[in-house]
């Protein structure tokens, strides 16, 4: 899109959402409005420095008004991961829901789990509390174009003290039809006092068109709240993927934040954690594994708010072809946070020696009495360990296989979900199987 | 006539225009448990590192035929599923590589490499467990990362418990008493005891005479500045022990 051609959209938006309530259409045009002053962001912002998002100009940002039928069935979702999973199960095709494929049963009292679109008719009060509250459109472009222009996304409402048994799974498939569309998932997950929860946040695609996912998901969870929350991307290698998770963390709360990024010509993803109580701990855990061309970005704002908090990242990079891992790790320790614990680790395993990694850690502190430690490392696969595995009977192939699997597996043994855990597992194993490239050595 | 498991004749080669072995003879019958024993700098681990396939090192002349084949030709996984093992004098750390799986997997490619069907999680499970106690080594080594947060001695032990599970035709401990205490020595050499058998073989190399006194070699030879200077019965190595290297490699000299 030419943002000097942004006037039309503004009156189409209009059109496309005319049946909805004041405050959403006043805070859309808000948002588009903000996008267009913010336009998209360019190599010369500090915070997209190593991520080069140009070729989105082209993209038509705005979602089909009335697309066609998707025909996509349940056979089409067989290959996609957690595909076995009972339980419930959200499934979006290009934006918009699609509960033929959807399955939700056996919710306790009070517990929501549906398409934000129903949501927004139905739980009006409860989603008007927390929308919009946590993800920033006066900063971020792309949260600005996602408010304005998201049709549907989950909403999942967790009431105190509840607990769903097993994973709750949002699937987002994209037929991949047609060259520079554009979809805005737009997600709501709300942890009451003490919940628990264990989601599953899924993009990947069907077709191999350029197109574009900007996801926006806002996590809220009270205090004592217990959980996880997976980010599984695996989009065409054509597809660009931006993610805005925006989380808040309430007293004494843990919770931990996965990103797996496998797929995508590009993807970023953005991660605000507020820890906005005291006593709790937080853990934002990532792995990013990329071949060929592909650019893999996790650009991460850890913001201690209050004192007596932990937090710690850890990501994983592994990069093979001539792919690029960015890493940038922001933590904010405001004046009052005393006791802070912050950790960020970033760990890169370079497979071919044109893959490159920028890592970036940031620590902004004005706290005095508090530890914040970072460490990154970019390195190649052990030499010695393969010589041993090989001196046992096991090929260069496999040894270089079974490391890159162990470096895979520091962060997917963080999983705490055991079903979970072990099909990112087999997911990881049969990647590095089928990629050839991965196992020789360059 | 028996065939030799390994024989070595006139080994030459060094790392970056530097010659480490100068021409090393020795032939290895089955049965037979031979040790190379010299001091710092003489080659005994470049000898360990070379027959094991080990990267880095040039060979400038000579041969190794083991079991009538090109030894030097096989690639080191290759050499392995051929039945020959290298204890490592530094077994490597290996995080995150669960040692169940790794010796599952070197296992069952030296029984494809047989012609034998693999065996699955279960059959494995109680072979090694068999194994395991052989070695004294507790069984929650199985579910721990290969090597990882070892001691020293459960690494060495660790070693001849892998030795124990693949069975080689040839082993090659190199420098496996070194860092154990008497009663880890004991351990290990009970280990590599009971795995000797008539169609086998062993080649300890050490520095110490000491593991020798649990290990009894058939033969014992002197190396010295990449040549086997002196071999012999296992006295030797006691006279060696009393004279130390100085001498031993001086009447040699002298002699020669």
């Given at each position: 899109m030419n943002l000097t051609e942004t006037e039309p959209t503004v009156r189409e938006k209009n059109r496309q959402h005319t049946n909805e309530p004041s405050w959403l259409s006043e805070t859309r045009e808000q948002a588009l409005a903000r996008f267009v002053e913010l336009g998209l962001p360019t190599l010369h912002d500090e915070n997209w420095r190593f991520t080069n998002v140009a070729a989105l100009k082209s993209f038509a940002f705005e979602p089909a008004a009335k697309p066609a039928p998707h025909g996509v069935t349940a056979e089409d979702l067989k290959p996609f991961p957690f595909a076995g999973f009972d339980g419930n199960k959200l499934v979006f095709v290009d934006g918009r829901f699609a509960s033929e494929l959807s399955s939700v049963s056996k919710l306790p009292n009070g517990v929501k789990v549906m398409s934000l679109a129903d949501a927004l008719v139905t739980e009006t009060d409860l989603v008007k509390k927390h929308l919009f509250r946590h993800a920033n459109i006066e900063k971020n472009a792309f949260v600005a174009l996602n408010t304005a222009h998201f049709h549907d996304g989950a909403f999942i409402y967790l009431p105190p003290n509840a607990e769903v048994e097993g994973p709750i799974q949002l699937l987002f498939v994209s037929t991949?039809?047609?060259?520079g569309a554009t979809v805005h998932p737009r997600n709501l997950l709300v942890a009451e006092r003490a919940s628990h929860f264990c989601i599953l946040e899924s993009y990947v695609s069907l077709g191999d068109a350029t197109y574009f996912t900007n996801s926006v998901t806002e996590l809220v969870a009270g205090e004592n709240v217990s959980g996880q929350h997976l980010k599984f991307q695996d989009e065409n290698p054509h597809a660009f993927h931006i993610t805005n998770l925006a989380t808040h963390f309430g007293r004494a709360s843990q919770v931990t934040t996965h990103s797996f990024a496998l797929g995508a010509k590009l993807s970023r993803t953005n991660i605000h954690a507020i820890l906005a109580g005291q006593g709790l701990e937080c853990v934002l855990n990532g792995l990013y594994l990329t071949n060929v061309s592909q650019l893999a970005d996790h650009f991460m704002v850890v913001e201690h708010a209050q004192p007596n908090c932990a937090s710690h990242e850890y990501f994983n990079g592994i990069l093979a072809g001539k792919s690029k891992g960015v890493f940038h790790g922001r933590i904010l320790v405001h004046p009052d946070a005393q006791k802070t614990d912050a950790k960020q680790t970033n760990k890169n395993l370079l497979l071919s020696d044109d893959a490159t990694v920028d890592t970036k850690p940031q620590l902004e502190i004005y706290a005095d009495d508090v530890k914040c430690t970072h460490g990154a490392t970019i390195g190649q696969l052990n030499e010695k360990a393969i010589f041993y595995l090989r001196t046992r009977g096991i090929s260069l192939e496999k040894a270089r296989r079974i490391l890159i699997h162990a470096f895979a597996g520091e962060i997917i043994e963080r999983i705490g979900c055991s079903s979970v855990r072990e099909e990112l597992d087999r997911i990881i194993w049969d990647r590095l199987e089928k990629d050839q490239e991965i196992a020789v050595d360059k | 006539m028996k065939k030799p498991i390994l024989a070595i004749q006139n080994l030459k080669a060094g790392v970056e225009n530097r010659q480490i072995l100068k021409g090393i003879n020795l032939t290895i019958y089955p049965g037979e448990v031979h040790a190379i024993m010299g001091p710092n700098g003489s080659g005994k681990s470049t000898l360990a590192g070379i027959l094991a396939g080990r990267a880095g090192y040039e060979v400038t002349d000579g041969e190794v035929i083991y079991c009538d084949k090109d030894l030097l030709a096989l690639s080191p996984e290759e050499r392995a599923r051929e039945g020959v093992f290298l204890a490592f004098q530094y077994p490597v750390e290996i995080p995150g590589v669960n040692s169940t799986y790794f010796l599952k997997s070197a296992y069952n490619e030296t029984r494809k490499h047989r012609g034998l069907p693999e065996l699955d999680a279960m059959e494995f499970l109680a072979f090694v467990k068999e194994r395991v106690k052989l070695l004294e080594l507790k069984d929650d080594l199985l579910k721990r990362s290969v090597n990882e947060g070892f001691s020293g001695g459960e690494k060495k032990r660790n070693e001849i418990f892998q030795m124990a599970v693949l069975e080689p035709k040839l082993a090659i401990l190199d420098e496996t008493d070194s860092g154990l205490d008497i009663d880890a020595l004991k351990i290990v050499a009970n280990g590599v005891n009971s795995l000797k058998r008539a169609d086998n073989a062993q080649l300890l190399i050490t520095h110490y005479q000491r593991l020798l006194d649990f290990i009894v070699p058939d033969f014992v030879h002197v190396l010295y500045d990449g040549r086997i200077v002196k071999s012999g019965g296992k006295e030797l190595a006691h006279e060696l022990e009393q004279k130390g290297y100085e001498e031993i490699i001086h009447e040699t000299a002298v002699r020669a």
């Open positions: 991949g039809k047609t060259d | -």
